[in-house]
Every structure is written in C-alpha cells, then in structure tokens.
Nanobody
Framework: QVQLVESGGGLVQAGGSLRLSCAAS????????MGWFRQVPGKEREFVSA????????YYADSVKGRFFIFRDNAKNTVYLQMNSLKPEDTALYYC??????????????????????WGQGTQVTVSS
C-alpha cells in the first residue's frame, strides 16, 4: 500500500502562488507515476497534472497549463505542484494520487481517476478575489 501525505495548501489572493507537496511512502510505491486532482463541493474530481517518475514526462489540464508546474524530488520521494497566477476558480481541495501502473503514456491515461489507486487526504487551496 502506498501512503501519500499532502501539504502546502492555504489561503492566497488572486495572482499569488502556492506550492503543494505530496510525500509518498510504502513498499509498493517504487516510483509510480503521480498525479494531482482537485474537487469542489458538488462537482466531480478533476485532473490537474501528472508526472512519470521514470523520466519526468508531465501532463497538464488545459485550465492550468502555463500556470502550474509539477516536478519531483527523487531523493525525498516527493512530488510538488507549483501553482502560479492563481485564480478564484482554482479554489478546491487538492488531492495527490499514485498510479496503478509503472508509466503513464498518454494525456487521457493521466487524466482518468481510475488510473490511480492510492490517494492522499487532500489539502485545501482557497484563492480570494
């Protein structure tokens, strides 16, 4: 089982930045691809970004492309989501997830909730206007 612990959420003004962290641990982690999703009450969880641990290939939702950046620290088994130019519509509970397989090869694969089988508890991001 993979354990995921998110941190870094908070309240920020529009135009500001936040960096989310997701620390992964567990015997079955073995550098699996990692993703970030977000959810607001009453709506479905939506894909934000993903990264392959093996080669650093990244995927982004159109709504965050050019503003959010995902990267990893191999030594710390931690994935980060750098969020810049934040907008009120970015307000959500952000979840980190570990993929089922060893590699994500397409954007469609990266964006599917069913591609992931381990989830963190979520960290709240609130962007004020």
């Amino acid at each position: 089982q993979v354990q995921l612990v998110e941190s870094g959420g908070g309240l920020v003004q529009a135009g500001g930045s936040l960096r989310l962290s997701c620390a992964a641990s567990g015997r079955t982690f073995s550098g699996r691809p990692m993703g970030w999703f977000r959810q607001v009450p009453g709506k479905e969880r939506e894909f934000v970004s993903a990264i392959n641990w093996a080669d650093g290939t990244t995927y982004y939702a159109d709504s965050v492309k050019g503003r959010f950046f995902i990267f990893r620290d191999n030594a710390k088994n931690t994935v980060y989501l750098q969020m810049n130019s934040l907008k009120p519509e970015d307000t959500a509970l952000y979840y980190c997830a570990a993929a089922r397989l060893d590699y994500i090869s397409t954007w469609v694969h990266a964006s599917r909730i069913t591609s992931y089988d381990s989830w963190g508890q979520g960290t709240q991001v609130t962007v004020s206007s």
